[in-house]
Structures are given as structure tokens and as C-alpha cells.
């Protein structure tokens, strides 16, 4: 019984100890592939590899990638983002069609989601590996990652004061 509180101890130590990803320099950055819509959400596929999307903050983005997370297989951080400018607020996976009864063959892929907030101004270059937890991620681990660009939130406009009254008409 003691082992098991042990281990239960270290999973959870190691699991919030997951090294910070770092801010990339803006002016440092690459020219943007794809900018994001200020939506309040913009979606990231396989297909937007290496690509950047634009936020602006309390904004998110969901991230959809295949998936076969019934045999073990699925997308892992391989490092947390800088949480002052994105953060991670959910997870899920949706598990793709059965082979129909008559026609046996191999399952179809699910699809994991992560969705992402914007926090604060910044990028921040979302980094993923593919495979299982008793893999190591050097281990022909799949690769994914793009680039997250949080704007400055803009100053509200304020309304310009003239100082001048209306003319009035002159009465005859």
C-alpha cells in the first residue's frame, strides 16, 4: 500500500514539473505563414504544420489532430507553454467509426482535441509528440508544432473632445 501512495506521489510531481516552453523574441520571429482570424476561436489541423496563428487575448485556439488512442497512440506536450501567454484549459479525444460487423479490417482513427487560451501578449512555439506513454518520444515519435502569437490588447478608443459647442442657428 505505502509503494502505491509512492508512486502516486512521483506521477504527480513529475506531471506538474513538465519544463515551461519560453517566450520567442517578436522581433525575432519568422514572418507569420497564416494568421488567425480575432475570432474567439481558430482551429489548428496536420495540415497547419510549422505555421502561425494569430490571437488576440481571451481568445482560443483548438487544436484537432488524428489520433488512435484506443491502442495506446496519442499526442503528448512535449513541453507546457509559457502560461503567461497561452494555456492549456482542455482535452479530449473522439474515437473514429468501428469496422462494420460484415466487413472486418482495421479500426479508424479518433481525433484528440486540445484547446489552448491566449493570456497575454507573445509567441510561443507549441511543441507535440505522437506516440505511447511507454515510448520514449526519440522513439519514431511523430513530431507536431505551430506558433502562437498573442497581439497586446488594444487600448479602448477613447472619444475625442472637440471643446467645440454646435452652432446655433441665428434668429432674424
Known amino acids: 500500500m505505502p509503494r502505491i501512495i509512492l508512486l502516486g506521489m512521483f506521477v504527480c510531481l513529475t506531471a506538474c514539473t513538465a519544463p515551461q516552453g519560453k517566450k520567442m523574441a517578436m522581433n525575432g520571429?519568422?514572418?507569420p505563414v497564416a494568421k488567425g482570424p480575432s475570432e474567439s476561436m481558430s482551429t489548428v489541423t496536420f495540415k497547419d504544420f510549422n505555421k502561425t496563428v494569430g490571437l488576440s487575448p481571451s481568445k482560443t485556439v483548438t487544436l484537432k489532430l488524428p489520433a488512435m488512442?484506443?491502442?495506446?497512440?496519442q499526442w503528448h506536450l512535449s513541453e507546457m507553454p509559457d502560461p503567461t501567454v497561452l494555456k492549456l484549459v482542455s482535452k479530449g479525444y473522439t474515437?473514429?467509426?468501428?469496422?462494420?460487423k460484415d466487413k472486418p479490417g482495421p479500426r479508424k482513427a479518433g481525433e484528440q482535441t486540445m484547446v489552448f487560451e491566449a493570456v497575454g501578449p507573445g509567441a510561443v512555439n507549441v511543441k507535440l509528440w505522437y506516440g505511447t506513454v511507454w515510448e520514449s518520444p526519440l522513439d519514431d515519435a511523430k513530431p507536431f508544432h505551430f506558433i502562437a502569437e498573442v497581439a497586446?490588447?488594444?487600448p479602448k478608443?477613447?472619444?475625442?473632445?472637440?471643446?467645440k459647442h454646435p452652432e446655433k442657428p441665428i434668429k432674424a
Open 152 to 154: 497586446p490588447e488594444e
Open 95 to 100: 474515437p473514429g467509426p468501428s469496422p462494420e
Open 29 to 31: 520571429m519568422p514572418a
Open 157 to 163: 478608443a477613447a472619444k475625442k473632445k472637440t471643446g
Open 69 to 73: 488512442e484506443q491502442d495506446g497512440y
